[in-house]
Structure formats: C-alpha cells, structure tokens
C-alpha cells in the first residue's frame, strides 16, 4: 500500500519533484531513491502566513510500483433507435444530461440555437472588434454554453463530493488535465474548453445522438399539461414526451414563452453589480504579502464576502489573469463577465463584484410579474449601453473615483476588447446599488489592503450572475410542476450556479428523465 501523507512545502518544493522527494524521503527516513513515485492527491496554497506555503496530500509509492490510474469513459450503448429525448440547449447541463440519457440507452436529440465551438469563435470575434451582438451566437449561446468561452472554474459549494469527482473525471476522459481532480480550485481555460466540449459532442453523435445547431426552440408544444415537443426556427416540429428544457440564464424568449403560455414561472432575486480590474501583480501582491511572487506560485485569485447596509456584497467568478469579455446577447444592452486562458498569463485580474437583490427590490417592474427580475435586469444593461455611446463599448470609472462620485478623467486601456468610456456608474444603477457598491469597496479596501486603489477600473454592468427567473420542479420527479415530461434544467431554471452545478443538474434530469420513459 503506499503511505498517504499530508505536508505543507514551500512552493519551490511542491513545483520541482527532486526538491519534494526529497523532502518526504526525509520526514520518512528512507533513501530518496527508495521512493518510486509521488501521486499527488489534493493540492491547496496557504496564503495565510508571510512565507506562502503548499498544502499536499501526497501517496507515497516506496515499496510498490506505481499504476496510473486512467479514467475512462462509461460504457455508452449504441441509441440509433433507442427512445428519444429532447434537451434544450448545449451548456453544460445539455451536454452531462445527453451523455446521461446514451449511458442509459436513451437518444437525446440536443436542440442548440448557437454555432458549434470553432463556428462560434467568429461571432466573438464580431463583438470584440465590430461591436456586432449576434442574438444567437455569442459568449452565452453556442456550442458548450455560457462554459465554453469562460475561465473554466471547477468548483462549487455542491456538498455532494462524489457528484462533483464524477463530472471532474468526466472532463479528464474528455481531454481535460488529470491536475483539476488534484487542485482545490481547479480550473480549465478559455484555450482548452472548446476541444473538450467538441469531444463531448463527437460522442454523443457516435453513440447515435443528434445535436443540432443553429437550431433555435421558438415553441413548447403542450397539449392536457403534458409536453408533445417543439418547434423550432425553421417552423419544423420535433415530437417527444420529455423534453429537458437547459437554456441558460440568458434566454429570456423562452423565459416570455413561458410567461406567455401560462406554464408556472417565478421571479427569482439574484445578484448585480460590476466587474473589476486590477493589476495582476497588485492582487498577488496583496494576497502572497510579497512584492513578486515569483516562478512558483500562481496568479493569486481572491474571494470576499461583506455585509453591507443590510446587503450581501461579494466577488464572484474571479478571473486571475485573465480578461473581461462583452458577454450581450441582444444588440442594444451591455453585459460583462471574465474569462481566462489556461496559464492565467494575462497582466490583469477581473473579477464580478455585485449586490445580493431581493425580490421587493423589482418593485418598479411589477407589471412584468415573474419577468420583473429579467426586466430590472435588462433596464440596466440598456442604460449601460446608452451611457458609453450605444456601441459595446462599457461604462468605466476608476474604483476610488466611484466611492467619490467623480467621472475619471482618463481610463487607462483595459482588457476589455471593445473599450471603456468614462461614465459615472451611479447612473447605471439605481441608488440602492450604487450606494451599496460605493460603501462596500471602502469595506473591501480595509479587509484587502490596497485593494481600493484608481489603479482598479471597475466596467458595469456584471448583470448575468445567475437567473432572474426560476423554472420551479418537483423536487423529487424533476418535472415542472405542472407541466408532465418538461424538465427544467441548470442555472436557467434556477437549479445550477456554474459549470460544475449545471453540469451535475443534466445528469440528475436525464437520470429522472429515464426513470419514467415508458
Ligand atoms: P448555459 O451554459 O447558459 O447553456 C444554455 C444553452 O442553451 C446555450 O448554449 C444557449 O445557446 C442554448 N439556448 C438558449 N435558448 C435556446 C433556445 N431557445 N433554443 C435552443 N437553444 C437555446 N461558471 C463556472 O463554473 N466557472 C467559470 O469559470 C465560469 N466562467 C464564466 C465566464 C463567462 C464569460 C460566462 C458567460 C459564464 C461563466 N460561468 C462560469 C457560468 C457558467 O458558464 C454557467 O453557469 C453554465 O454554463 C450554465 O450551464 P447551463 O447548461 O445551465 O446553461
């Protein structure tokens, strides 16, 4: 058996194998070259102290032989002509549910508005440089979702770890790095996604699958509360009895789809506010309490929470060097978000700082019923768009300028590809949040020392943090409440938070979904 130990290195020993065997070689007084092989089992930075140390959980193989452990995929059955189920939406909820239902012998027909990842890559490109919003393809809609063109972060606060471990194993058989079952906060990138998500959906269609882009649902198909199928863009009908219904928190047509067919929807509070910018050096500086921090650690990402005027104010999808990335859907608002490249090798750090809302808070929209959310929620984005010239180019004012309700007078090139101009931000939201935003960062600024800084260039709105409308289940059938055979699904319904949660959520659906095919 090899011995498991848990350690705490420097990071210039937990980064150069010699320097780490010999090490342990040393706390288990044996010969380092008695050592055969050092499996790493989890890894995490302890930036508490001045001196950054690594955490290791470490399996030390010194008396057998190392086997690598290759995680395969499941053994999925040929569906041609299985039982068909229809999934809405290729983000990663589709995509975990359709490799689901191929496990089970099911065949899932994936519906996706959006191009496939390499198709999409133009579209991006059209925002970034021409300031073009394509409503269908874009950093949210597309092939892998609003996941694919992301930082790629693989944590959630989901309690269930062996649901977790499943989909992160998942992602290795489909080309990802083994390092994300090891890493306490793993991450993917914004370079390496696309061929993940590509493989995901060469082997659906493999296995006898279909997934279908460019192929946007304009209609559910109810008849007696139970669902018949769609139709889609194309004014062609795709009939089946269950349909898991995965669109994401930006597809507000099938948010008013519902609203219009009367099929149960609520208004949902979620979280609003901007996203920030700061050097990276400055972030690493801060959080490794050094003046470099050298060959061996990574960017330093960060986390904080507040309590503020009665609101929870906290960061959210933290982008260690990375880049801000115009995330519309529609032409006519603005939105942000961050990705990241693997290697997080960019200069600068952005990360979502936002608001928690509650439901009185869309009061003014009441007329919209369980469309308030998503209508505040648009209000904003269009008055950022107006304010900055009606471009993509994003309301921007430097952080301490905010707190002081001053236009900067200049704002330096940011990472955003589309450009910044200078707008006071307060006019992008309503007083509530802006007062809460102004009170928090001078919070921040206290907990993380220099994080308050005009060298931070805050760019609003950060609108898209999860869905302002929930799909409500049954919480045991997975079905709409009163809708037999549609099964809301992931962060669109109001059931997921991220890759991983939406991720988990498709494969509970398709597991339901199955449970009652007849
Ligand atoms: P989505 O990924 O939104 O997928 C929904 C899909 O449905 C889309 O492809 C859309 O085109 C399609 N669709 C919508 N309407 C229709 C229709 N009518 N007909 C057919 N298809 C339709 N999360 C993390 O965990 N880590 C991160 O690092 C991270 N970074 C992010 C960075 C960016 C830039 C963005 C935008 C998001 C990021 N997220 C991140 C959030 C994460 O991507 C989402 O939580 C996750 O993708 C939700 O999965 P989903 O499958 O529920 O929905």
């Given at each position: 058996m090899p011995r498991e130990i848990q350690i705490q290195v420097a990071p210039e020993v937990a980064a150069q194998l010699p320097l780490l065997t010999a090490h342990i070689a040393q706390l288990m007084q044996v010969k380092p070259d008695e050592i055969k092989h050092i499996a790493i089992i989890k890894r995490s930075i302890d930036a508490r102290q001045k001196a950054v140390k690594i955490n290791l959980k470490v399996a030390v193989y010194w008396n057998e032989e190392y086997v690598e452990t290759k995680f395969k995929l499941p053994e999925?059955?040929?569906?041609?002509n299985a039982q068909e189920v229809i999934i809405i939406g290729a983000g990663p909820a589709g995509l975990f549910a359709a490799l689901q239902l191929i496990e089970l012998g099911v065949k899932p027909i994936v519906l996706e508005r959006g191009k496939d990842v390499q198709e999409r890559r133009r579209d991006l490109k059209a925002i970034n440089r021409d300031h073009i919003v394509d409503e269908d393809s874009n950093y949210c809609y597309g092939e892998g979702g609003a996941g694919t063109y992301s930082d790629g972060k693989l944590y959630t606060r989901s309690k269930k770890r062996g649901d977790v471990d499943r989909i992160l194993e998942l992602f290795v058989a489909f080309g990802a790095s083994d390092e994300i079952l090891v890493e306490a906060h793993p991450h993917i990138g914004t370079n390496k996604l696309p061929k993940i998500i590509k493989a995901m959906r060469e082997k659906i269609i493999e296995y006898g699958g279909q997934v279908l882009f460019e192929t946007r649902v304009t209609d559910i198909l109810v008849k007696n509360n139970e669902v018949q199928g769609v139709v889609t863009q194309n004014n062609d009908t795709i009939h089946a009895s269950k349909i898991i219904l995965a669109t994401g928190h930006s597809a507000r047509d099938i948010f008013e789809l519902l609203d219009r067919k009367k099929i149960f929807i609520e208004a949902k509070p979620f979280a609003l506010g901007v996203r920030a910018e700061h050097p990276q050096s400055l972030i690493d500086t801060i959080q490794y309490s050094c003046d470099y921090r050298g060959e061996y650690l990574p960017p330093a990402p960060y986390s904080i929470v507040k309590q503020v005027a009665g609101r929870g104010m906290y960061s959210f999808c933290m982008c260690p060097g990375g880049v801000i990335a115009p995330c519309a859907t529609s032409p006519g608002e603005v939105v942000t978000n961050g990705w990241s490249p693997s290697k997080r090798d960019q200069e600068t750090a952005n990360s979502g700082i936002v608001v928690e809302l509650k439901l009185e808070d869309f009061k003014p929209f009441e007329k919209f019923g369980a469309l308030a959310g998503m209508e505040f929620q648009k209000s904003i984005e269009q008055q950022a768009w107006h304010l900055a010239g009606e471009t993509q180019r994003v309301p921007a004012q430097r952080m301490i300028d905010f707190t002081q309700s001053k236009v900067s007078s200049d704002i330096p090139k940011t990472s955003y590809v589309p450009g910044t101009t200078p707008v006071e931000l307060g006019k992008v939201f309503p007083d509530f949040i802006t007062n809460t935003l102004r009170q928090g960062f001078v919070e921040f600024g206290k907990s993380m020392r220099g994080y308050l800084t005009n060298e931070a260039i805050l760019h609003a709105p950060e609108s898209r943090t999860s869905s302002p409308v929930r799909i409500p289940r049954d919480n045991y059938s997975l079905e709409h409440l009163e809708i037999k055979g549609l099964y809301p699904c992931g962060e669109g319904a109001g059931y997921a938070g991220g890759i991983i949660s939406a991720a988990i959520d498709g494969e509970k659906c398709a597991l339901k979904c199955v449970e009652t095919l007849s």
């Open positions: 999925y059955k040929d569906v041609s």
